[in-house]
């Protein structure tokens, strides 16, 4: 089994963390995994994106051109990785930064307003971990368990980001529902 997810958005809206969390719960559960990030030179503002690969088994080949899922936070990254999902898959798109105008109807969309739920929370940097909410149900290898104690050991030298991160989470979680 594995799951292949690219994340996608603007520098600065944790792009990366939010691979780096997604790896760290496949090590949780000893799984396979592989992170490739991928940001330009400008780093907030610029583009960033990253790609996580989930497996039970060996991994063959690091490369994802067709993904289980994304995550897209902003409409350059809708317009550039939209087509990167495979039919049947899952696509979470940050509703409040990116208008999906013409949608695929062979993968799943879930548009959430993932910049208005972390404002409304009290902290708009955790729009991504919002996200990660509203895609974990429909993750085969990673749950909110592995996920939480990813959090956990990310968080250890700022504790003080951990309930915040967990509460987006939950929150795009019940969204997704």
């Known amino acids: 089994m594995m799951d292949k997810v690219i994340m996608a958005g603007f520098g600065g809206q944790g792009i990366m963390f939010l691979g780096k969390v ?10 396979e995994l592989c992170w490739i990030p991928s940001y330009g030179p400008e780093m907030r503002g610029g ?14 080949s690091p490369v994802v051109d ?3 899922a994304a995550i897209v936070m902003n409409q350059p990254a809708y317009e550039r990785f939209k087509s990167k999902v ?8 940050n509703s409040s930064l990116a208008n999906v105008g013409d949608q695929r109807t062979d ?19 955790i729009a991504n971990m919002v996200c990660l909410g509203a895609l974990l149900p429909s993750m085969k290898l990673v749950n909110w368990e592995t996920v939480e104690k990813s959090m956990e050991k990310l968080t250890i030298k700022r504790p003080q980001f951990l309930q915040g991160n967990l509460d987006a989470i939950k929150e795009g979680m019940e969204f997704a529902k």
């Open 22 to 31: 997604l790896a760290y719960a496949g090590m949780t559960t000893d799984l």
């Open 86 to 93: 495979k039919p049947g898959g899952v696509l979470v798109v």
């Open 47 to 60: 583009t960033a994106n990253c790609s996580v690969i989930l497996s039970d088994e060996e991994i063959h």
């Open 66 to 68: 067709h993904a289980d």
């Open 107 to 125: 993968i799943i969309i879930i548009e959430i307003p993932a910049s208005a739920i972390a404002n409304k929370l009290g902290n708009a940097n």
